[in-house]
């Protein structure tokens, strides 16, 4: 499901995004244009938005590798939250 799609199915309305959210309350990164260009001011909230995704989207990276998030879930959808709630804890654990 697309993020605004599941943003709006959900109804949250705080949060940090990337450009899927485009169209939302969160917050988002600063675009430029041929217009207008990024002050430095908007370059620097640029970085530091990009350090907080960065880490949500390398956790996304990493349980990808288990499919549970890549691929079309073939198993019965009652086992689903236990299923990906042990790959998330075999992440933490592979992770500290």
Same mark, same amino acid.
């Given at each position: 499901?697309?993020?605004?799609?599941?943003?709006?199915?959900?109804? #949250?309305? @705080?949060?940090?995004g990337?450009?899927?959210?485009?169209?939302?309350?969160?917050?988002?990164? +600063?675009?430029?244009?041929? /217009?207008?260009?990024?002050?430095?001011?908007?370059?620097?909230? #640029?970085? @530091?938005?990009?350090?907080?995704?960065?880490?949500?989207?390398?956790?996304?990276?990493?349980? +990808?590798?288990?499919?549970i /998030?890549?691929?079309?879930?073939?198993?019965?959808?009652?086992?689903?939250?236990?299923?990906?709630?042990?790959?998330?804890g075999?992440?933490?654990?592979?992770?500290?």
């Open positions: 499901m697309h993020d605004k799609k599941l943003y709006d199915a959900t109804g #949250n309305t @705080a949060g940090i990337d450009l899927g959210y485009m169209g939302t309350t969160m917050l988002l990164p +600063k675009k430029s244009s041929k /217009l207008h260009k990024l002050t430095e001011t908007q370059k620097q909230e #640029n970085k @530091a938005h990009a350090r907080i995704r960065i880490v949500v989207e390398h956790v996304f990276a990493s349980l +990808k590798q288990f499919r /998030l890549s691929h079309r879930f073939r198993n019965n959808l009652a086992y689903y939250n236990e299923i990906f709630l042990t790959v998330c075999l992440y933490n654990l592979k992770r500290g």
